[in-house]
């Protein structure tokens, strides 16, 4: 590993008041009044540790210094490494993520460590003491970053300039508002790498975003399709594309002249955009992949089934059963599965639990909403939170396997993840708990434990790369991150 560079920031220094230093332990503790202790930054330690001191720590001048590896920019699902030099020997402190997404809400994470006998902390190799995580976890100021107002979910909605995160070191391990500032820096988080092209697409009917790898193509093209919240994300679009992949981020619903709502929705848009993707001169053939979350998982799972064209999908925590309203495609019509309000629970905040409110697909009439897999050509790959709360995504995946094989298709790979919600985003996006429901029309609870939900992010953006790289072929561009 090369040596960390430093990146700006802003350093304080301390300047204790010249002492005797020289009359031994007993002398010590009586100069060490409260007003001296705040005044060198030892409020928290106590007399004991300021008799540990070394003589040369105490007189000297001291500044925290907040390394970055890498010291630049860094795309938002890579890892950094962080480090805080310039302290005191087993001295505590406060590191605190802050990060102000585009409409200006303030997401914040904090955790309690102590430095070495050097006066540094490597959060690679400190463990956590407390605070918004505990233990050995070098991204968690990241990934357990949480809204200042209840109900927000972070997303990046202009991939075309970083998010900022303010890292601070405060002094001792009170509350993180009570910390005296020690040093500061700020890291930027990028969505676009070096070279990736971002292409507004508007043909046809057709409103979307592509992206493209900067090396010459063409490339494994895939089409990226997002939730019920509708508009067009293009984040996760943008990522994987410096993955190698040509990636279209697809609005369907509730963006410019598309429909307001998914009442009603034609799979001959789907379709339309497919073959614009396919005809594109930097997108290889002969088919390309699907890449949906939640309302956008059924998407897929119905373009797979009724399109051609169609190599390889990833559905994150999809239902099998049409959802939301009715999908029509040459005159054929996949009607909404039911959903039963009286079944929905509320949490003790108040908050929906949704996951019993839809109906069984295998059951009378709501059969009719079962996506029909069998017809699909295409391999397939379920990455399922075991905690989803939205609704049963692993008896899904398992029906929508049972129903494939049933009709001699290829066993699709079925990944859980325990302690895992429903919203699976690239790596080191914090875990919405609860946020308002775009179909419900009230806040709803996701489900998930931060830890586990962070765990599986990484490890899912590694397996949906790895099975797009086999089916779609292409080059991976560096490790998988």
């Known amino acids: 590993m090369q040596p960390a560079a430093r990146c700006s920031l802003t350093s304080f220094e301390l300047s204790p008041q010249p002492v005797q230093l020289n009359r031994g332990l007993k002398s010590r503790r009586k100069m060490a009044s409260p007003a001296v202790l705040r005044a060198a930054g030892l409020g928290q330690w106590g007399l004991k540790s300021w008799a540990r001191w070394p003589v040369s720590r105490i007189h000297a001048r001291m500044a925290a210094t907040v390394i970055l590896e890498p010291a630049g920019r860094c795309r938002w699902d890579e890892p950094v490494r962080i480090a805080v030099r310039g302290l005191a020997p087993e001295q505590p402190v406060t590191l605190r993520a802050s990060l102000r997404d585009e409409k200006g809400a303030l997401f914040r994470a904090h955790a309690r460590y102590c ?13 956590a003491l407390g605070g918004s995580f505990a233990g050995l976890e070098p991204m968690g100021l990241l990934w357990a970053l949480e809204p200042e107002k209840p109900l927000l979910r972070l997303v990046k909605r202009d991939v075309q300039t970083p998010f900022a995160v303010e890292l601070e070191v405060l002094d001792g391990h009170d509350e993180p508002e009570c910390g005296r500032l020690l040093g500061r820096a700020v890291h930027e988080r990028d969505f676009l790498g070096p ?11 057709v409103r979307a975003t592509l992206f493209l790898p900067p090396e010459p193509g063409p490339f494994p093209g895939i089409v990226d399709i997002s939730g019920a919240g509708g508009g ?4 996760r679009a943008s990522l994987l594309a410096g993955k190698g992949f040509a990636v279209m981020a697809l609005a369907y619903y509730n963006c410019e002249d598309l429909p307001k709502s998914v009442e009603t929705l034609h799979l001959e848009y789907f379709e339309e955009a497919v073959n614009y ?10 088919g390309v992949g699907l890449l949906g979350i939640s309302k956008g998982g059924d998407l897929c799972l119905s373009m797979a089934s009724f399109l051609k064209g ?3 999908a990833v559905i994150i925590n999809g239902s099998v059963a049409n959802v ?15 959903v039963n309000p009286e079944r929905i629970k509320v949490t ?13 697909p295998l059951e009378g009439p709501d059969q009719k909403s079962f996506i029909p897999v069998e017809r699909a050509e295409s391999a397939f790959l379920f990455l399922v939170g075991q905690d989803d709360h939205n609704w049963k995504s692993e008896f899904y995946a398992i029906e929508a396997s049972k129903r494939l094989q049933a009709h001699g298709k290829e066993k699709p790979r079925i990944i859980c993840y325990p ?3 429903h919203y699976i985003e690239p790596p080191y996006f914090p875990m919405c708990p609860a946020s308002m429901h775009t179909l419900v029309g009230r806040p709803v609870i996701w489900g998930g434990e931060p830890r586990a939900h962070a765990m599986a992010q990484v490890d899912a953006w590694k397996q949906l790369q790895t099975f797009f790289h086999k089916h779609l072929g292409g080059k991976e561009l560096g490790r998988l991150s």
């Open 115 to 127: 430095a070495d006998a050097e006066g540094q902390v490597d959060l690679e190799r400190a463990p």
């Open 195 to 205: 070279g990736v092209r971002r292409e507004p697409v508007r043909a046809g009917r």
């Open 232 to 235: 067009l994300l293009e984040y």
């Open 277 to 286: 993707l396919l005809s594109h001169p930097q997108v290889k053939g002969p």
């Open 310 to 312: 169609i190599t390889a």
């Open 324 to 338: 939301g309203g009715a999908l029509h495609y040459k005159g054929e019509t996949l009607p909404p599965v039911g």
């Open 348 to 360: 003790r905040d108040g908050f929906a639990d949704i996951l019993d409110a839809l109906n069984s």
């Open 419 to 421: 302690g895992t919600g």
